[in-house]
């Protein structure tokens, strides 16, 4: 299919740019914070497109061809009916082509039951929208299933696991990714293992068939007095590129749902700006070296006391890794770490590590996690993720048992993230 998004840097977006936020100003300001695309962007005037195009912002429309949402799962299987692909030509004849729409939207978190209609619907995309690819968002895991009952016994998945629900899919749908949200930060702490079982299932599906790995968290807060940080936001994206994550869609910019977004209804700032603004200069710096690598496999390290990560057996859990080029990965006792395994994109001999300290994902904890590992022979550099560059400065020193072996060992705060390559 083609498309105008440059797949081959990291991809930041947004959700919701509301008609009190379309100023030049407000584009600026977009810009600023290191934005590329917009999500869900309902009748933009031309004028609002041309400063789009200007500041090199894409767009993903809403409202062009039928809308489609999942919801409750009531309307499951129905979506042939009420959007025969017949209304999709009617959309493409009277939509007028600008550069700054890069995608248009058709739908979100449908049940599977859906997904053959869908996988009609993005066949006919392709011959009507040349220029644009679909957008289509899935539900996350925490959607309801066959086996529910009670307040929960409609499925949103039309599936009986989340599993079989991404299986079909991309058995189905034929589109270069896979995008579904998840807000870790609106659940319990329970929620966590099921946030790292959600992206095991996708990013096993995207290595398993070639697709990009496209991810929306939250940069709002669920409840009035939800403000989510800057290392919460790091947590999120940083653990979403140890899967293999190469956009990251941050919900919302202006009020779509839940609280403190990032501009208030007047259109100013808030303080979820700024926060916002840092955290996407550090993925930008970060994404130009990691986007030279592709996520080959991810592992937990250290979770082994974690209960909401031991209560998903799907979740392994390791004390030690060891890659061949890399040996004794570890991490000090109470901590715990995601580690993204990557090759290189053009040269599959080069290697890297994507190491998140994910000790805390509220982003509470103080102490920094003691990450060591030896190698022998390799050329070893580090990226850390505040965006300085090579920053990282490990304590390195041959090991002490003669073997020829070069150890390293480094603190790694909480919630931040280091790309290790190795040669």
């Not at 998004?5 to 030049?24: C, K, M, P, Q, S």
């Not at 209304?87 to 995608?103: L, R, S, T």
């Not at 990450?371 to 022998?376: D, H, I, N, P």
């Not at 070069?406 to 790694?412: D, E, H, K, N, P």
């Amino acid at each position: 299919m083609n498309t105008r998004i440059d797949r081959g840097r990291l991809l930041i977006g947004t959700y919701i740019v509301d008609t009190y936020a379309r100023t030049e100003k407000h584009v600026r300001e977009l810009k600023e914070a290191g934005i590329d695309m917009i999500v869900c962007l309902r009748s933009p005037s031309v004028d609002f497109l041309d400063l789009l195009q200007k500041y090199n912002i894409g767009c993903v429309l809403s409202g062009i061809v039928p809308g489609w949402w999942g919801g409750d799962g009531s309307n499951a299987g129905t979506m042939a009916e009420a959007n025969p692909v017949a209304k999709y030509a009617e959309g493409a004849a009277d939509f007028v082509d600008h550069p700054a729409v890069w995608m248009i939207d058709i739908g979100d978190e449908p049940s599977a039951r859906d997904f053959g209609h869908y996988g009609r619907v993005c066949a006919a995309m392709e011959q009507l929208f040349p220029k644009q690819l679909p957008y289509l968002n899935l539900y996350p895991n925490y959607a309801s299933v066959a086996e529910n009952s009670g307040s929960q016994a409609l499925n949103q998945l039309g599936t009986v696991n989340y599993e079989e629900h991404i299986r079909e899919y991309v058995e189905k749908v034929c589109l270069p990714y896979i995008s579904y949200d998840f807000y870790v930060y609106a659940m319990d702490v329970n929620g966590l293992g099921m946030m790292y079982d959600n992206f095991r299932i996708v990013s096993e599906a995207c290595r398993r068939t070639g697709r990009d790995f496209w991810y929306i968290p939250q940069c709002n807060g669920r409840n009035e007095c939800d403000f989510t940080s800057a290392d919460q936001m790091r947590f999120q994206a940083y653990c979403a590129l140890a899967y293999g994550a190469v956009a990251i869609n941050w919900a919302c910019w202006t009020a779509g749902w839940w609280n403190n977004n990032i501009l208030d209804k007047n259109g100013n700032k808030t303080e979820q700006y700024g926060k916002l603004a840092e955290v996407n200069a550090e993925l930008r710096a970060f994404g130009r070296e990691y986007m030279n690598y592709r996520n080959v496999g991810t592992y937990l390290a250290g979770f082994e006391n974690v209960g909401p990560v031991r209560s998903h057996p799907s979740l392994k859990t390791f004390s030690s890794l060891d890659f061949g080029y890399v040996r004794d990965l570890c991490v000090s006792p109470g901590s715990s770490i995601v580690v993204g395994e990557m090759t290189g994109r053009d040269d599959p001999s080069r290697r890297a590590l994507l190491i998140l300290n994910a000790t805390d994902y509220t982003g509470k904890c103080a102490d920094d996690a003691v990450v060591s590992f030896s190698t022998y022979n390799r050329d070893v550099r580090f990226l850390s993720s505040d965006g300085k560059g090579f920053g990282v400065m490990p304590d390195v020193r041959p090991a002490d048992d003669g073997s020829g072996r070069t150890v390293y060992s480094f603190g790694l705060p909480c919630c931040r993230a280091v790309l290790v390559t190795v040669r």
